[in-house]
């Protein structure tokens, strides 16, 4: 079974618009982090966010805000008034607290038309 | 500069030729990885090692070897490379497991014909 899943495979917003990227994860440990990073269309992967499961506080960085809700087991990812710069594809990681692989999902391609 | 390397960056080879893809890190890393992308498959774990002399397998090991004779380089081995294989690579390092990020290299395009 996925440990992440990451639903919408692809996304299409105008500038200026709010997007939500679904991340929805499955772990039986009571300790694990969760990541998103970014693949900008340059093909590297850049580190966004990280989150312990201990932590539910929502994050907000600049534009970006993550809502964690252990009670869906989600790790949502919104973006809020999209730039054209943010058209990359967009990864949800998972490790658990036992074992030391990390489980990614299978990407959701963002792309904000101008 | 903190960074990953990876060597080479890209590749075309046939199949069963022995090949390596060389990764190396200079923030002295304990944790490194190594991962496959796909279209429509996300990134999936080949090996990964907590330091030198220790590592494991992920979600993909097989037609793969991997060492770790140094903490800086983590070098992935395909001795009978297929056309399976032909896929995007990427190497990572971490300064711990599982609650750190990851830094990435470039990425190694594989074509195996």
């Known amino acids: 079974a996925q440990k992440v899943t990451q639903a919408q495979t692809e996304i299409s917003v105008v500038e200026k618009e709010d997007v939500t990227l679904d991340c929805v994860y499955e772990?039986?440990?009571?300790?694990?982090?969760l990541f998103w990073y970014k693949q900008p269309p340059s093909g590297e992967l850049v580190f966004l966010i990280r989150r312990n499961s201990f932590d539910e506080q929502n994050e907000i960085s600049g534009r970006y805000s993550w809502n964690f809700q252990k009670s869906t087991s989600s790790f949502n990812f919104t973006i809020t008034a999209s730039q054209v710069v943010d058209s990359a594809v967009y990864f949800c990681a998972l490790s658990e607290g036992v074992g030391n692989q990390f489980y990614f999902g299978t990407g959701t391609s963002l792309t904000v038309i101008p | 500069e903190a960074q990953v390397t990876q060597n080479p960056r890209y590749l075309i080879t046939v199949t069963g030729k022995k090949l390596t893809v060389t990764c190396s890190q200079n923030m002295n890393h304990e944790y490194m990885s190594w991962y496959r992308q796909d279209p429509g498959l996300g990134l999936r774990q080949i090996y990964y090692s907590m330091n030198v002399e220790v590592t494991d397998k992920g979600d993909v090991p097989e037609g793969y070897k991997v060492s770790r004779k140094e903490k800086r380089n983590f070098p992935l081995i395909l001795e009978s490379p297929s056309p399976n294989q032909t896929s995007l690579y990427f190497c990572a390092s971490s300064f711990g497991a599982g609650a750190y990020e990851q830094y990435f290299g470039p990425g190694t395009r594989l074509t195996v014909t």
């Open positions: 772990t039986r440990d009571t300790t694990y982090y």
